[in-house]
């Protein structure tokens, strides 16, 4: 389970209808881990760590069901933190980025204008922000990745066949 990737994902085809599949995966998690909670919506379903096993860096399936133009069921599965991680990582990136981006065009200009470019170093230490970001995703992602393994297996338990993950 080690990628570069940020949010792990799979997607597949079901021969069933949406409603169908959504009723056939929670009937078949809690069959096959009654600890493994389950929150369903119309369409969403989301598979937890329990809570007395969860931690900062736990993820949680979300997998989402849509219907295909010959009506089986379109399943999408994207494993992720908890929302609060994954908020906090995406303003993280969000500030460093717009920082990094003005301070470069800022120091640039001050570069052309042959001035001091104290810009560049606020650009230089957006770049290192925003890379120590994604070793610090990286580092909790590693953390995670045996109960991201766990819920990968109950997926296919529940399922009955192997599903790659990309």
């Known amino acids: 389970m080690s990628s570069f990737g940020i949010r792990p994902h799979f997607s597949e085809i079901l021969d069933l209808n949406p409603e169908e599949a959504q009723a056939k995966i929670i009937r078949e998690v809690q069959r096959i881990d009654k600890r493994c909670e389950v929150k369903s919506f119309d369409g969403f ?41 994954w908020s906090l990582f995406l303003y993280g990136y969000l500030l460093t980025g717009s920082v990094g981006l003005f301070s470069g065009i800022f120091g640039f200009a001050q570069y052309s204008l042959e001035g001091k470019t104290w810009g560049l170093w606020i650009f230089g230490a957006s770049v290192f922000a925003a ?36």
């Open 131 to 166: 890379i120590s970001l994604y070793v610090l995703a990286q580092f909790g992602q590693k953390l995670g990745a045996s109960q991201t393994f766990r819920l990968h297996q109950i997926y296919e338990s529940a399922m009955g066949r192997s599903v790659g993950i990309h």
């Open 45 to 85: 379903i989301c598979l937890r760590i329990p809570r007395q096993d969860r931690h900062f860096w736990s993820p949680r399936l979300n997998l989402s069901l849509n219907p295909t133009d010959d009506g089986k069921a379109r399943l999408q599965g994207v494993y992720g933190p908890n929302a609060n991680v």
